[in-house]
C-alpha cells in the first residue's frame, strides 16, 4: 500500500461524493438548521427550558449553539456519521463495481484507506459546518452577550466562545467512532440500508441504556457516553475527566470498528 494510491481513491470518492445529492442536502442542513432555529428563538415567547442552556438562549446567543450541541449530540451526530461511513463500501456491493474498481492497480487496503480517509473528511466537515453555523446564527441573531455556564459563573463573550467551541471539538472522537461503527456494518453487511439505519439504532440504544440504573463502567463503555461529556467544559473550574475518559473509549471503537472492517475486506472472496 502507498500513500500515493490511497490518496488516489481518496480522490476519486471524493468527487463521487460531491455528485450526490445527499452531500449537498446534509451541508445544507447543517448550515441553515440552527439559523432557523435561532430565529424561531428570537420571534417566539416559549423556550426550550427542559434543556441545558434552553433559559438562556435568548439572553446569550453561546446558549443557542450549546442547545444545538445537546440536541445534535442525541439525534443529530449518529445519523450524520452512518450517511457516508453506511454506504461508501455497500455501495460498491449494490451496483457491483468491486471488479472493475480493484482492477485499476489499486490494492484493496489502499481501497479501503482512501474510503476512510473520505469517510472521516466527510464527517468532521460536516460537525465543523453545524458547529460554526450554531455560533454564528447565535451571535447574529440573538447576540454575543456574556453566558452564564453550569456553575452559575458568568463568562464573558471571548471566554464563552473558546468554551463553546471546546465542547463542538469534544464531539469529534464519538463521531469518527460512529463513522468506524457504520464502515464495519457497512462492510460485514454489504447493504446500505443496514449500514445507515443500524449505527443510528445502535445509537439510540447506547442512549436509552445510558439512563437506566446500573455499574457506572458500563455506561462508560457506550460510545454516546462521550456525547455528554462537554458539561465538564461548561462548569467552573472545568473537569476534563469525562472528556479523555469519553475520547479514550471513542478511540478504541474507531481502531476495534477499522481494523475488523478492514480484514473483512481483506479476506472477501470479491467474485462471489
Known amino acids: 500500500m502507498t500513500g500515493r494510491g490511497c490518496m488516489s481513491v481518496a480522490c476519486v470518492e471524493a468527487v463521487k461524493l460531491l455528485a450526490q445529492i445527499k452531500s449537498r442536502i446534509v451541508f445544507a442542513v447543517c448550515i441553515l438548521a440552527p439559523f432557523a432555529f435561532a430565529v424561531a ?26 442547545v444545538v450541541l ?24 449494490r451496483y457491483g463495481t468491486w471488479k472493475t474498481l480493484l482492477t485499476r492497480s489499486r490494492s484493496r487496503a489502499e481501497v479501503f484507506a482512501g474510503k476512510i480517509i473520505v469517510s472521516l473528511a466527510f464527517t468532521a466537515l460536516a460537525v465543523a459546518a453545524l458547529a460554526l453555523s450554531s455560533m454564528a446564527s447565535g451571535v447574529l441573531v440573538i447576540g454575543g452577550q456574556p ?11 471571548s471566554r464563552a466562545l473558546g468554551r463553546v467551541a471546546l465542547a463542538w471539538i469534544s464531539m469529534v472522537p464519538p463521531t469518527l467512532a460512529f463513522t ?23 445509537a439510540l440504544t447506547m442512549q436509552m441504556c445510558a439512563f437506566l440504573d446500573g455499574p457506572e463502567i458500563f455506561r462508560g463503555l457506550l460510545i454516546t457516553s462521550a456525547f455528554s461529556a462537554w458539561h465538564g467544559l461548561l462548569a467552573e473550574p472545568p473537569y476534563y475527566r469525562p472528556l479523555v475518559y469519553g475520547t479514550l473509549v471513542s478511540a478504541a471503537y474507531f481502531a476495534g470498528c477499522l481494523a475488523i472492517a ?7 472472496d470479491i467474485g462471489g
Open 147 to 157: 453566558l452564564i455556564d453550569l456553575s452559575g459563573v458568568l463568562l464573558p463573550p
Open 41 to 66: 428563538i428570537r420571534l417566539q415567547n416559549s423556550l426550550p427550558e427542559d434543556t441545558l442552556f434552553g433559559r438562556s438562549v435568548k439572553e446569550s446567543g453561546f446558549a443557542v449553539s450549546l
Open 180 to 202: 468506524a461503527l457504520a464502515v464495519l456494518i457497512s462492510v460485514a453487511t454489504r447493504s446500505s440500508s443496514a449500514g445507515i439505519g443500524l449505527p443510528v439504532l445502535i
Open 70 to 93: 445537546g440536541f445534535a449530540a442525541l439525534w443529530v451526530l449518529p445519523a450524520l456519521t452512518s450517511i457516508v461511513g453506511g454506504d461508501v463500501f455497500a455501495a460498491e456491493d
Open 262 to 268: 478492514s480484514r473483512l475486506l481483506q479476506r472477501r
